[in-house]
């Protein structure tokens, strides 16, 4: 309505400050999304972390409602830019209008949210309201948002007070009003972000702050101790009536020095296409909480998602994603900034080769124990599997593992017992050839489509040629796949037939008539902690093959690398997976029935 008013009238009688309304909704919602993938990115960092205790997907589901907030307050806006006096035809700027608001700001709407909120906390408000915020111990910026409705309607009527003062005083204008709101979000945000960002020589500077700006520690004292810290933005009212937490400042200083946690295992991965930057744990919540499924509407969002391509070469190394933790190891998860594409053009081999070595060095001087890589980072053209490294820096401390002898383990406890023949199809990788020579040595014939794969198989498996078999028909029911699998060859397996990935990306599903089995991963345990976002297109809390097996590696204490063309006893590596409370998948079909 803004837009075709602006458009069909005159300049004379056009409304610019109501036309910049929906700027404001859309910084607003680019506000917020700023500081959910910061507060992310710092608290995996560690430096200045407050709270250690993560997120889960309880609370990512029930904080993904944080934007009706910002629609709600645009109907208030949108209808009293229309109806109120004073608040059309804003000037984009007045000095006096800016003061008012600070002061009505400090004055009123500090004094009055300190009682009222107070008052939430009557045991009465806070069962029926209040709770639900308090539901979210471990806070992230989005969590100051998370309210029930009658409790929104509350806080923008209180909101509303140095802009309804500004629109009688017709000292309103549409830089003030942006200001405010944006003042609003920017301390909301800060004050649940969970990690520490206030420098120390502010307050020593200007020592009176303490008492007219909070920290994020400050309010994060407010979601532990729940009794306390009860102001706004400024605390001044919690000194005047002595409800401060008096571990307050010790808090901030704690928080303040805290520096870069040090993982025991670092996980490597990469971007996969322009639009998985949305789906990583510091894009779109929404997004990362649910397995990697492409969405129409994010071909819409072109311009950021080329801006983000831009970027990431730009920066051009690699970052960390995400943190977990899992019995007495710390877990990190880093990410080169390269997409599958470029990982098959021979050309970039060097410069990936440079940022995964890159890592391996750097976390090498942190102290790290064992780096798993992830997806591509490990190939036998790119870098032999990655021991390319190790012989690169034969005296590494840190152990490089790639995770086969873990995906072929799974692969192999994926066959239907009862099985005698399976069809394997697709590139013949490390994984492959360990998977066929297990296969032989338990009796069932692994075929092949191709004659060319057929002699590398018995080749590499010299005297188990009895268990390999040049197949004349894809009658096959258990099809073990890899990359370069056709979708011709995927059309013409028979009905019910159960195919099962031994590489790290799935096929495409093609056949609604068949079964699709996961790629190599499990369920993790439930003491794993921090798990709020789905690794690629894996369901949650599940965890990839190649993942798992970095930090079985540590648990295990093993001191061997596992890359290049070596591999674990994979029986050794499949029972002390499972003795650590990792769990196979299972899918339902009539394989797993009979």
Not at 504 to 524: G, I
Request: glycine share 6%; aromatic share 14%; hydrophobic share 40%.
């Amino acid at each position: 309505h803004s837009t075709w008013l602006f458009v069909a009238n005159d300049a004379k009688e056009r409304d610019v400050s109501y036309f910049l309304m929906l700027g404001v909704v859309l910084w607003r919602i680019i506000h917020n999304q700023i500081w959910i993938s910061l507060s992310r990115y710092r608290t995996a960092k560690g430096n200045g972390r407050i709270l250690d205790r993560g997120l889960e997907f309880e609370q990512v589901d029930r904080e993904n409602n944080w934007d009706e907030q910002i629609l709600f307050n645009a109907l208030l806006f949108y209808t009293g830019s229309r109806h109120l006096p004073g608040a059309q035809k804003l000037p984009l700027w007045r000095a006096h209008g800016v003061l008012l608001s600070i002061v009505l700001h400090a004055g009123p709407v500090e004094f009055l949210y300190y009682w009222f909120h107070r008052a939430l906390h009557h045991h009465y408000l806070y069962s029926r309201y209040h709770s639900h915020h308090h539901s979210s111990i471990v806070t992230q910026p989005i969590t100051s948002v998370i309210h029930p409705f009658a409790e929104h309607v509350v806080y923008s009527a209180l909101f509303f007070i140095p802009i309804l003062g500004t629109m009688l005083t017709r000292t309103m204008s549409v830089l003030s009003f942006t200001a405010y709101i944006t003042y609003i979000d920017f301390m909301n945000n800060m004050g649940h972000c969970n990690f520490e960002l206030i420098p120390n020589w502010l307050f020593s500077l200007f020592p009176p702050l303490k008492y007219f700006m909070y920290t994020p520690s400050y309010h994060s004292l407010h979601h532990t101790q729940f009794r306390t810290n009860y102001s706004l933005f400024m605390p001044i009212y919690d000194y005047i009536y002595e409800t401060m937490d008096k571990s307050s400042d010790a808090l901030y200083e704690t928080s303040l020095k805290r520096e870069e946690e040090t993982p025991d295992v670092l996980h490597l991965t990469h971007l996969t296409t322009p639009e998985s930057i949305y789906h990583l744990p510091l894009g779109f919540a929404s997004l990362a909480s649910r397995p990697h499924t492409s969405k129409w509407y994010l071909w819409l969002m072109w311009p950021v998602t080329l801006w983000s391509m831009i970027l990431t070469w730009i920066y051009g190394r690699t970052f960390v994603v995400e943190r977990q933790r899992f019995d007495n190891l710390r877990l990190q998860t880093w990410a080169i900034p390269k997409y599958n594409l470029q990982y098959y053009l021979q050309w970039q081999n060097e410069a990936i080769n440079r940022l995964i070595e890159e890592a391996i060095i750097q976390a090498e001087e942190k102290g790290v124990k064992v780096l798993c890589l992830g997806l591509l980072n490990q190939g036998e053209e790119l870098n032999r599997y990655g021991g390319l490294y190790v012989h690169r820096h034969p005296h590494l401390k840190i152990r490089v593992v790639d995770g086969s002898s873990l995906a072929v383990a799974i692969t192999l406890n994926t066959i239907p017992k009862g099985t005698t023949q399976v069809l394997l199809r697709g590139n013949l990788t490390k994984v492959a050839y360990a998977v066929a020579f297990a296969l032989c040595q338990k009796g069932i014939q692994v075929a092949t489509l191709h004659h060319d794969e057929y002699l590398k198989l018995t080749k590499s498996l010299s005297g188990m040629e009895s268990g390999l078999l040049l197949a004349k028909s894809y009658a096959h029911k258990v099809w073990l796949v890899g990359d370069g699998l056709s979708e011709e060859e995927q059309l013409r397996a028979p009905k019910g037939t159960l195919f099962v990935p031994f590489s790290q990306f799935p096929p495409k599903k093609l056949r609604k008539d068949c079964f699709y089995h996961y790629t190599p991963a499990m369920r993790t345990p439930i003491s794993l902690e921090n798990v709020h976002a789905c690794e690629n297109w894996l369901p949650r809390r599940v965890m990839s093959a190649w993942r798992i097996a970095g930090i079985v590696h540590a648990l295990e204490g093993w001191k061997e690398h596992e890359c290049g063309y070596n591999m674990s006893n994979i029986d050794n590596v499949w029972q002390a997976t499972l003795q650590h409370g990792f769990q196979p998948l299972m899918i339902s079909t009539s394989h797993t029935k009979n």
